[in-house]
């Protein structure tokens, strides 16, 4: 094993490397202490997720939004009592939303909003600098408090010298209780247009909002047996729009076909899942990326349904149990699950945690989907997760609303997984509906599967491309992969590790950590850890920190490096 090691790093110029993603920047994360920045957590998704640690005037509670430009550099966020953009500027007039109990008793104390779920951030069909924000609040009504009228609230960020406005806000388009399962969005099937569905609480009924260059258009629909608890969960569209599903422990899943021509739900189909789990306030659910199965959490154990299956009731299985033996300072819960853009599934707990769960092959069947519990562990607890809809979706291609002439050119991504010694097993993540994967493992190989695995001649970098096709054109997606099989087993050899450049302008590099996966943390000199990565590439991009001097910390995913 390795000594522990510790490097000093100057780090010298900073630049962006962008990707094409509206959901590409995760911000969450709170900080109770009043005034001041707060210290909040960054996921960006770039080429590999990259995590670190910013400061920025909001305090998040439970509510969340965010969103990225079409390059993936964050525009905008709100905590569910006002908006800020990606200077950490509160948006003009956009304090004051979701007015009511929750705003008195949390706003007011410089504390976030404290709903699941309760709101969601789209980018105007025309206009790019415009955003709506479709939100609701909990209100008094009587002796209870409930969630009461789906809100509306327009943002034009070129407004106000590039610092944003609220053209308006809390807007009503829903005049009735709203469910706890929280709000979803999917493309219209024209390529541009968005729906956006709420469900009624207590009920069958669903509220389904279009937005669209003329504006908002809002109507109802009851199908399917109705809910009849107050519990929360969540409401996500299959990554090809085509079926909404819903869950929560007490009203257990309901799956539904969508039209994403004219907004219309059909084929209910109730699943029962009759466990201890239905004393359970609280469910999350997820949809691998390939729409092949769906992931229900209800805070003891996670479901894998398989939505290809002849009989989805049947398919059901059991893929994680909640450990009970963790290192996270408080109890764990499998709780709300969010696809990220890479095609892992990451779960969060229910409040105060500082743990993070991830599914690494969601398109896998059973446990091999290999559940990592508490796989990501953080400075301190957080409460929420950005909720996001698909923005790498298309039109359907022929059908009555392919009326625009936007056609799924086909867009490629992937990641990979090692797996021991010179194997590595490969994912695409692509998007727009490719129908044929050609990958190039640049060892003179090939493979025609959707997700091969890959054993490499010997160690060294290879340069891998996938490039994915359909009818409308081609993409191609090319990364390095760093296959080594020789690592440092002798405390004596540790001086073989180095750190170079030094100073660094935008990516650092080092050599000697053999073929581990490790953790790469980068503190400031006040000890704050301000960037993370787990990688075995043998290098980190910098961008996003501040010039200055660092501390380097490499470990193993034991802790021993």
């Not at 990707?19 to 001041?36: C, M, R, T, V």
Request: proline share 5%; net charge negative; aromatic share 12%.
């Amino acid at each position: 094993m390795l000594r522990p090691l510790t490097l000093l790093l100057c780090l010298a110029v900073c630049s962006n490397i962008l990707a094409q993603k509206q959901d590409n920047i995760w911000l969450f994360g709170y900080d109770y202490e009043p005034g001041g920045l707060k210290e909040g957590i960054r996921f960006r998704f770039d080429d590999s997720l990259v995590i670190s640690y910013d400061q920025r005037p909001m305090d998040f509670a439970t509510s969340s939004t965010c969103i990225s430009d079409s390059a993936g550099s964050l525009l905008l966020y709100s905590n569910g009592c006002y908006i800020e953009n990606t200077n950490g500027i509160v948006v003009e007039n956009s304090s004051g939303l979701n007015a009511g109990i929750m705003y008195n008793n949390f706003c007011a104390e410089g504390v976030g909003y404290n709903i699941p779920q309760n709101m969601i951030v789209i980018s105007d069909p025309t206009n790019n600098s415009r955003f709506h924000f479709f939100h609701y609040p909990t209100v008094l009504e009587g002796q209870y408090i409930i969630s009461k009228n789906l809100l509306h609230t327009l943002v034009d960020l070129s407004a106000n010298n590039s610092q944003g406005t609220t053209i308006y806000k809390n807007q009503p388009i829903v005049l009735d209780t709203i469910s706890y399962d929280g709000l979803h969005a999917v493309r219209h099937a024209n390529g541009r247009d968005w729906w956006i569905i709420a469900a009624k609480l207590k009920s069958n009924k669903y509220f389904t909002v279009l937005l669209s260059p003329i504006g908002i258009i809002t109507t109802q629909q009851a199908i399917g047996a109705p809910t009849t608890s107050g519990a929360g969960g969540e409401i996500v569209f299959s990554p090809d729009g085509t079926k909404m599903a819903r869950f929560n422990t007490r009203d257990d899943l309901r799956i539904f076909d969508f039209d994403r021509c004219n907004g219309v739900l059909s084929n209910p189909l109730f699943i029962s899942v009759q466990d201890d789990a239905d004393n359970n306030l609280y469910a999350g659910l997820a949809w691998s990326a390939d729409g092949h199965y769906l992931y229900a959490a209800e805070i003891k154990r996670i479901l894998q349904f398989d939505m290809w299956a002849s009989d989805i009731a049947a398919s059901k299985s059991i893929v994680a149990e909640r450990d009970t033996e963790y290192s996270c300072p408080f109890e764990v819960n499998l709780a709300y699950l969010e696809l990220g853009p890479d095609g892992y599934i990451y779960g969060r707990s229910l409040g105060g945690q500082n743990c993070m769960h991830r599914i690494k092959y969601p398109e896998r069947s059973g446990v091999a989907c290999e559940v990592q519990q508490h796989y990501y562990s953080f400075d301190y607890p957080y409460v929420n997760l950005p909720h996001f809809p698909n923005f790498r979706l298309g039109p359907v291609d022929g059908s009555p609303c392919d009326t625009l002439g936007l056609d799924n050119h086909p867009l490629a991504g992937w990641r990979y997984d090692r797996t021991g010694g010179t194997s590595v097993d490969f994912t695409s993540v692509s998007w727009y509906e490719p129908d044929a994967w050609l990958w190039d493992f640049g060892d003179g190989t090939q493979s025609t599967e959707r997700n091969p695995a890959h054993v490499f001649p010997g160690p060294g970098a290879y340069v891998v491309c996938l490039q994915v096709s359909n009818q409308y054109g081609s993409d191609t997606k090319c990364k390095t992969v760093w296959v080594t099989t020789v690592g440092t087993d002798s405390p004596e050899e540790e001086n073989a590790i180095t750190l170079f450049p030094n100073p660094a302008t935008n990516t650092v590099y080092w050599r000697g950590t053999g073929s581990e996966l490790i953790n790469f943390k980068l503190f400031n000199q006040l000890g704050q850890l301000k960037f993370f990565k787990e990688t075995d590439e043998g290098f980190a991009q910098l961008s996003s920190i501040i010039p200055g001097f660092y501390t380097v910390q490499i470990l193993s995913q034991e802790g021993t490096l």
